[in-house]
């Protein structure tokens, strides 16, 4: 590659500096995914909430976050992309001192909305400016560097929110939001240039089916164990409007002339792929996440900081791999390396599904090591794949597309697990205790009934270890399906294609402050 052309797209002073504010402020929204999660107990008492509702909290950031996200894109063209980052921030600020204040549930939920909707365009702008500041040379080590802020937040998140929650108050979980934004608003006010306005006109229809698909896919998802799936009228008519509300919306952005992503996003196959991936990782990884704390906490009783700390051991595998990915791509096939993670994470959880309920806490830290050198190998190659073909200025739509794929794929893969475990469980019980017999047990029922309370008691210590074994099972059977879902993704892979070096005459403009 010639000197002119190792150039950044957007130049910027202080560049290092800027990266700090750049990834602070990410960081900071991907933390507050999961950081509040611990903290549910405490605030549902505190704020008097029902054991059903509270779970309103989390869905009304999530929704809020899907339903901007789309739109990214458009808003940077519109309006500039500093002006929307600094905007971000500030809103997601102000929204996290009021949740901080909230007194009633209903306060809580609007404020958490708010606090989505600010944090909605943080993680697609972040990933779109990392890429523009850095020389295309310098972009494999910018993408490692987005990544550890995407894949350890989530596993941070409940040591941080545990301990907040344990040692002061569950308000802090909101409140330590406040000092790091505002010294990020600081270092983006004075350091962050601005990219050029494009006009766009905004497509209000497509649009509006996006929102309402996403909005009824997430409520469908979130609201599905609790209803009992498919069993409630509820579950029904959301995916309905889900279902119909998507069709309509590809439809119209195949048929529509100024559809709401452009059309060349689609067409280009690496990131078109990518986002298959993007999708994948949410949906294997992420809902991996998900099941490791009930497990860790319900069978082998951990506390919530010890199970956070035990799960840190995938956030070191990603930041080894990530720091090491940069460099590796210029020897090795970033291809190659994409499928090696997946089959590393598959490994991982394959390891997994020989857990037992009497061990200690080295296999656990052994596995999510090795799952996190996995994510690593895989997320950074696949990042400069998917924007290596694009062209700069579709790099925050780009990413909000990236962002948006890896947050539904989450939720879906969240949702399945779960209603696998759930299912599991009750089979995995039904089978071992159809075993239980009075010829198999070392005592006569009989006798043990006539101990009257004592003899109640000796039955249920016995259902309680079915119980125990039951849900092991259905932990075990969700780890096999992740597992497998990893091997089948892997040949995906052979859809990617290298990025081929801008020619002279190519080379991307050059934007200073």
């Not at 909230?102 to 609007?110: K, N, P």
């Not at 779109?128 to 500041?133: N, V, Y």
């Not at 545990?162 to 010294?183: H, S």
């Not at 290298?498 to 991307?508: W, Y």
Request: aromatic share 8%; hydrophobic share 55%.
């Amino acid at each position: 590659m010639a000197p002119s052309e190792d150039r950044p797209h957007l130049v910027a002073r202080h560049k290092g500096l800027l990266t700090v504010a750049i990834m602070a402020a990410m960081v900071m929204q991907v933390l507050d995914t999961t950081i509040t999660n611990v903290a549910l107990p405490n605030m549902q008492a505190s704020l008097g909430a029902a054991q059903d509702t509270i779970s309103w909290v989390l869905t009304s950031y999530i929704l809020a976050s899907a339903v901007a996200i789309p739109i990214t894109g458009w808003v940077a063209d519109r309006f500039g992309t500093r002006r929307l980052f600094l905007a971000s921030v500030g809103l997601f600020v102000i929204a996290s001192m009021l949740c901080g204040i909230a007194q009633s549930l209903e306060q809580m939920v609007f404020f958490r909305a708010l606090q989505g909707l600010g944090g909605a365009f943080l993680g697609p702008l972040a990933q779109s400016l990392m890429l523009d500041i850095n020389k295309p040379s310098e972009q494999a080590r910018a993408m490692s560097v987005y990544g550890m802020g995407v894949m350890v937040g989530p596993i941070m998140g409940p040591i941080v929110g545990g301990w907040l929650t344990e040692n002061f108050d569950w308000r802090w979980c909101f409140y330590v939001n406040v000092p790091v934004g505002a010294a990020c608003l600081l270092g983006l006010v004075f350091l962050l240039p601005e990219k050029p306005l494009r006009e766009r006109e905004f497509d209000l229809f497509g649009f509006s089916l996006l929102a309402m698909g996403l909005a009824a896919l997430q409520l469908m998802l979130d609201r599905g164990q609790s209803q009992d799936w498919f069993n409630s009228h509820e579950i029904w008519i959301e995916t309905g409007l889900a279902v119909i509300a998507l069709w309509m919306f590809l439809v119209h952005s195949i048929t529509a002339k100024k559809p709401l992503f452009d059309p060349k996003l689609i067409t280009d196959r690496n990131f078109a792929t990518g986002a298959v991936f993007m999708f994948i990782i949410g949906m294997i990884m992420l809902a991996a996440l998900a099941v490791l704390p009930p497990l860790l906490e319900g069978v082998y009783g951990y506390s919530v900081t010890y199970t956070g700390i035990t799960l840190a051991s995938r956030g070191v595998g990603v930041l080894i791999t990530m720091s090491m990915a940069g460099r590796l791509m210029k020897y090795i096939d970033a291809r190659i390396m994409v499928a090696s993670g997946l089959a590393i994470s598959a490994g991982s959880l394959f390891l997994m599904t020989g857990w037992a309920i009497e061990m200690g806490w080295e296999p656990i830290v052994i596995s999510g090591l090795i799952q996190g050198l996995g994510i690593g190998f895989v997320f950074v190659p696949l990042q400069v794949l998917a924007f290596g073909t694009l062209p700069p200025h579709f790099r925050t739509e780009g990413a909000a597309v990236l962002n948006l794929t890896r947050n539904i794929g989450s939720s879906i893969g969240i949702a399945i697990v779960m209603a696998m475990l759930a299912r599991n469980m009750q089979v995995s019980h039904a089978d071992l205790a159809q075993n239980i017999t009075p010829t198999s047990l070392p005592i006569d029922l009989t006798k043990v009934l006539a101990l009257g309370g004592y003899g109640s008691a000796i039955l249920g210590a016995v259902d309680g270890l079915v119980n125990l074994q039951a849900t092991m099972i259905a932990f075990l059977d969700d780890f096999k399906l992740m597992g497998i879902a990893c091997i089948a993704a892997t040949p995906l892979a052979l859809f990617l294609r290298k990025p081929k070096p801008r020619q002279p005459g190519e080379a991307a403009p050059v934007i200073s402050e």
